[in-house]
């Protein structure tokens, strides 16, 4: 069964500096990769998604994911982080089954960001 | 990208009570999916609501707990029955596009108090 792990509950960075969430998934074929980030009081919005092609995909707000297959991984990245960029970051896998399309959800990683 | 409303936002309800959350889209979707996130979690999903038919249930979640209808491509409801605090979360509608679509598209999300 598909799954994704988030091993950061939390992280800390400082605006300005660099930033690189984790994220690791299991699923038996190519999977579909998702990076979601939630707002306090939001819905969630897409940042970028990853099928095919070029494993480093660019998405929106300046943030990027690259597709590495043989550590089943699927970073998120910033190389400078604005205090706006505090929020709930979601990694999700997508996949088909019998059932249809489903998007299954990691944990979650909490950014603050700190003056 | 498709623009998705939620209605109530938020409510708080008493316990032994049933809550109808409405989920509206700007377009015709093929799928659309309600979640379940309670305080400081992820996204579980709870049910894939097809159109014209049953909707299909993840494991844990029946159909008498949370009935969910789907009249066309743009609409579906969610209700949350016999409420107890334990039904206290976030309750996000979702929806994908096109057939070929991959990413799912959210809501804002109703935040369901039950005291």
């Known amino acids: 069964a598909q799954s994704v792990t988030q091993p950061d509950i939390h992280i800390t960075v400082s605006e300005g500096a660099s930033l690189e969430l984790r994220c690791n998934y299991s699923?038996?074929?190519?999977?579909?990769l998702f990076w979601y980030v939630q707002s306090p009081g939001q819905g969630l919005q897409l940042l970028l998604k990853?099928?095919?092609?070029?494993?480093l995909v660019q998405g929106i707000k300046g943030f990027e994911a690259e597709f590495k297959r043989s550590q089943s991984s699927f970073n998120l990245r910033k190389p400078s982080v604005h205090w706006s960029d505090a929020a709930e970051y979601f990694c999700a896998v997508g996949a088909r089954n019998t059932g249809g399309f489903k998007t299954i959800f990691g944990a979650g990683t909490r950014l603050f960001v700190k003056a | 990208s498709a623009v998705i409303s939620q209605k109530p936002s938020r409510d708080i309800c008493q316990r032994g009570t049933s809550l109808t959350i409405q989920c509206q889209v700007d377009s015709q979707v093929t799928m659309m999916f309600w979640y379940r996130q309670q305080p400081g979690q992820s996204l579980t999903l709870i049910a894939t609501a097809n159109q014209g038919s049953e909707a299909t249930y993840e494991s844990g979640f029946v159909i008498d707990k949370f009935p969910i209808s789907r009249p066309n491509l743009t609409f579906s409801t969610l209700t949350v029955s016999n409420m107890s605090p334990e039904d206290s979360s976030i309750y996000l509608c979702?929806?994908?596009?096109?057939?070929?679509?991959?990413?799912?598209?959210f809501g804002q999300g109703t935040r369901l108090t039950v005291v």
């Open positions: 979702s929806a994908k596009g096109g057939t070929g679509d991959t990413e799912a598209f």
């Open positions: 990853y099928f095919s092609g070029d494993t």
């Open positions: 699923y038996g074929a190519t999977p579909y």
